[in-house]
């Protein structure tokens, strides 16, 4: 980090650094004690931020059409998985996914502020997907203890 | 079912919970984490139960306790009532009176259970399988228009409070 960092520049790195280490962690954990539903959803975010992360537009003219288009086909997924699944923490999911889509055309009818732009993006799309797998995946834990303890001898 | 209902009483109580939660469709791995054991322990466990029962695999010997339990649980409800104390009978029937008319509706009743919090979450799971395909969509599309209210709510929230606190702190001293 350079000295001529203003706090919200610190601020924007922090919160897109933060955000990758909090997709990988909570993709691992999806991956290492979630369910189906759980793994699929952790697959299709983590397979997004890897194409996302690629394919970034660096001309400074928003994330360009490879992200928008990766984000519509994720969203597409997250309905099906939703449909599927029944789960509310899928529906949570789409929802979310569906405000970073919405972020998208948005910015191109409206043209607000790029920062707004680029957090509203990584909120929805980002900080808030990974905060509803989390809760499925911690449900589903919960889930398979109940069924533990049902288990139980009398 | 009645050739193996002495192969059944057999097993162990470890043997029947292990067998349970395998017909719950949870894997070794699962298990022995939940169980605080080791997967070797677990199949030592089912092993046994196998061989008790004289089947092949596990899941068999799943099916044949789930199954065996299953029909055993009427015959003993049946002779319950003759069996019940007027000391049990007393508080069960007082509890009884005092539930709620749908109340045997929502499902056989659990004894005190931990975490009646998750009660609300586990009740909309079977209301979103009642749902169409189209309904659910509709339903996330709700959601979202929601989440952003809820979202705008908080950052105007937050924006106000930080610029109250901002006029106050950059007001001049009286005198």
């Not at chain 2, 596990?58 to 339990?69: F, N």
Request: contains cysteine; positive net charge.
């Amino acid at each position: 980090m350079t000295e001529d960092m203003t706090p919200l520049m610190i601020a924007h790195q922090i919160w897109r650094f933060g955000g990758h280490i909090a997709a990988l962690v909570c993709c691992t954990w999806a991956f290492w004690r979630g369910g189906v539903h759980e793994r699929t959803a952790a697959g299709l975010i983590a397979a997004g931020w890897l194409l996302s992360a690629l394919l970034t537009s660096r001309t400074g003219h928003g994330p360009g059409i490879y992200v928008i288009s990766i984000d519509v086909i994720i969203l597409l997924a997250f309905f099906a998985l939703a449909v599927w699944s029944r789960k509310l923490w899928t529906f949570f999911l789409a929802a979310c996914m569906l405000n970073s889509v919405l972020s998208h055309f948005t910015e191109h009818l409206i043209h607000f502020e790029r920062f707004s732009y680029v957090t509203a993006i990584g909120f929805w799309g980002g900080w808030a997907t990974l905060i509803c797998l989390a809760t499925g995946v911690n449900g589903h834990i919960r889930q398979q203890k109940c069924q533990a303890a049902t288990a139980l001898p009398a | 079912m009645g050739d193996k209902s002495n192969e059944v009483e057999a097993l162990s109580s470890r043997q029947r919970q292990i067998l349970r939660l395998i017909a719950n469709h949870l894997q070794r791995k699962e298990i022995a984490r939940l169980l605080n054991i080791s997967e070797a322990t677990v199949k030592t466990h089912t092993g046994e139960a196998r061989r008790r029962l004289g089947v092949a695999t596990s899941r068999d010997a799943a099916r044949l306790l789930v199954r065996y339990e299953a029909e055993a649980v009427p015959a003993d409800d049946e002779s319950a009532p003759d069996s019940l104390t007027p000391e049990v009978a007393a508080p069960l029937a007082e509890k009884l009176a005092t539930m709620p008319d749908n109340a045997m509706a929502a499902g056989p009743v659990t004894p005190a259970d931990p975490q009646a919090g998750q009660d609300f979450w586990i009740s909309i799971s079977p209301r979103l399988k009642r749902l169409n395909a189209l309904q659910c969509i509709g339903l996330i599309v709700l959601m979202a228009l929601a989440l952003v209210f809820i979202m705008v709510a908080f950052l105007a929230g937050t924006a106000a409070t930080f610029q109250a606190i901002h006029t106050l702190l950059s007001q001049k001293p009286l005198g």
